[in-house]
């Protein structure tokens, strides 16, 4: 995943996944760059995915919000 992609939009992800997945929260989703790892594991457990699963589906949204910006 491209964290530069990622950082740039990760406000409106935040969100984004939040409805997806209800029980996530703030802390849950706190992005901190170089500590993405950290992050996504913490993901996996709450949400019982494989990080695959979670950064596939990061990675579609940000192709949809970035598609809306252009």
Do not use: C, H, P
């Amino acid at each position: 995943m491209d964290n530069s992609r990622l950082k740039g939009v990760w406000e409106q992800l935040k969100g984004k996944a939040k409805q997806e997945w209800g029980e996530l929260t703030d802390d849950d989703l706190k992005y901190e760059e170089g500590r993405e790892d950290e992050m996504f594991g913490k993901l996996q457990s709450k949400l019982g995915k494989t990080k695959d699963e979670i950064a596939n589906w990061f990675e579609k949204q940000m192709d949809k919000l970035e598609n809306k910006l252009e």
